[in-house]
C-alpha cells in the first residue's frame, strides 16, 4: 500500500470516528444532571432580598463588574458615565466621564488598579483609576482595531485585556503598547459575552449570535471545541466555579449547563411560563445555584442539580442588563434598565 492510500484510509478511520462521536453525543442525554439527581435532596434557600439600592445613573445601565474585593464594582450607563461604586456603603468612589454615551460593557481589572469601557464606538477604553481624587480621568489607553461594537471587555491582568464585538470577532490586547496580540476569527455572528476560566486566564469562552459557545486556547489562537445546543443568539456565559463545566444563557428562554471534558450539554433551565431571553447569568461560590436576568424585569434562581427554579427575584421595573455574584459568594448584584444597581443577599 502506498503511502498516499495509507494516508487516505487514515482519513476515512477519523471521519468515521468523528460520525460514531457526533452520534453518541446528540443521542446522550442532555438532561443528565436531573436524572442522576434524583435522589439528591433539594435544597431550600432562605430568600434573597435586596439589601442595598445604588442610585446616580441617568440613563440605562447596560453592564456591571465586580471587583476582586467583593467591597467595590463599576457599572455603565449610556448616560455617558462609568461610576465605581462600594457596594456596601452604597458611595460613589468614582465617577468618570465617557467619550461615547452608547457604552454597553464595563469590567474590573484583578488588581482593582483599572476598569474598561466599551461600545457603539468601537472603541475599548482602559482607565487607570488608582487615584480616586482626579475628577477629570481619561482613558489611558484607547485600543482601536473593532469594526463593530465592543459587548464585553474582560482583563487577563494589568498588561492583557480580552475584548468582543459585533464584527464577530475576539481580540487579546497589550495594553501598554495598545496593540493586538492575538485576534480569534471562527463565529458567524455578533460576539455578545466572553468568560475567562477561573484559575487559568489562558483558557476563555465566547458567546455568539451565531447559537453557539466557543472554547478558545489563548496560547494556540485556535478555538478548541463549538457546543451547540440552542435555538437563537446566546447572550451570555459563565464558567462553573471549578471550570469543568460552563453555563449560557439564551434568547430561546433557556439557560444550559455543559460540560468540557464530554463536550456535551448536561442540564438545561426553563420552563413553560418564561417566554424571553436571557441576558446575564452567574452562578453561585458553591455551584449549586444559577442566577439568571430575563427580559421580563425578573431574575430567577435555579437549582443546577435539579434544573429547577427556586425562587424569583423581583424589583427591578425595566430590563435587567447585566447580574453577578460577588468573588466571595456574600451578594449578588443586579444592574437594570430602570438606571437602578440592587444588592441582594
Not at 435522589?39 to 440613563?59: A, E, M, Y
Not at 475628577?135 to 459587548?151: D, P, V
Not at 498588561?159 to 495594553?175: F, H, V
Amino acid at each position: 500500500m502506498s503511502l498516499s492510500q495509507q494516508i487516505e484510509e487514515k482519513k476515512n478511520e477519523l471521519k468515521l470516528l468523528k460520525e460514531e462521536l457526533s452520534n453518541k453525543r446528540s443521542g446522550g442525554n442532555s438532561l443528565i444532571l436531573k436524572t442522576t439527581s434524583s435522589d439528591v435532596q433539594s435544597f431550600n434557600s432562605s430568600p434573597l432580598k435586596i439589601r442595598r439600592n445604588l442610585t446616580g445613573h441617568l440613563g440605562k445601565i447596560y453592564g456591571m463588574h465586580w471587583a476582586q474585593d467583593s467591597a467595590r464594582l463599576v457599572s455603565a450607563s449610556q448616560d455617558g458615565r462609568l461610576i465605581v461604586w462600594n457596594a456596601k456603603s452604597t458611595n460613589k468612589l468614582l465617577a468618570i466621564t465617557l467619550r461615547s454615551n452608547w457604552v454597553m460593557t464595563t469590567g474590573f481589572a484583578p488588581s482593582g488598579k483599572m476598569v474598561a469601557s466599551g461600545g457603539l464606538d468601537n472603541v475599548c477604553s482602559v482607565f487607570d483609576i488608582t487615584d480616586p481624587e482626579d475628577e477629570n480621568l481619561s482613558a489611558f489607553r484607547e485600543l482601536n482595531g473593532h469594526t463593530g461594537y465592543i459587548s464585553c471587555t474582560r482583563f487577563l491582568d494589568d498588561q492583557q485585556i480580552l475584548t468582543s464585538s459585533g464584527d464577530m470577532s475576539c481580540i487579546l490586547w497589550d495594553i501598554n503598547s495598545g496593540s493586538k496580540i492575538t485576534e480569534f476569527l471562527d463565529h458567524n455572528g455578533d460576539v455578545m459575552f466572553l468568560a475567562i476560566k477561573p484559575g487559568d486566564s489562558n483558557i476563555f469562552l465566547s458567546a455568539s449570535c451565531d447559537g453557539t459557545t466557543k472554547l478558545w486556547d489563548i496560547r494556540a489562537g485556535n478555538c478548541e471545541y463549538t457546543f451547540e445546543g440552542h435555538q437563537s443568539d446566546v447572550n451570555t456565559v459563565s464558567f462553573f466555579p471549578d471550570g469543568n463545566c460552563f453555563g449560557t444563557g439564551s434568547d430561546d428562554a433557556t439557560c444550559k449547563l455543559f460540560d468540557i471534558r464530554v463536550g456535551a450539554e448536561v442540564n438545561n433551565y426553563t420552563h413553560d411560563e418564561i417566554l424571553c431571553g436571557i441576558t446575564s447569568i452567574d452562578f453561585s461560590l458553591s455551584g449549586r445555584f444559577l442566577f439568571a436576568s430575563y427580559d421580563n424585569f425578573n431574575c430567577y434562581m435555579w437549582d443546577v442539580l435539579k434544573g429547577k427554579e427556586v425562587m424569583v427575584m423581583e424589583g427591578h421595573n425595566n430590563r435587567v442588563s447585566s447580574l453577578g455574584v460577588s468573588p466571595d459568594g456574600y451578594a449578588l448584584c443586579t444592574a437594570s434598565w430602570d438606571k437602578d444597581i440592587k444588592i441582594w443577599a
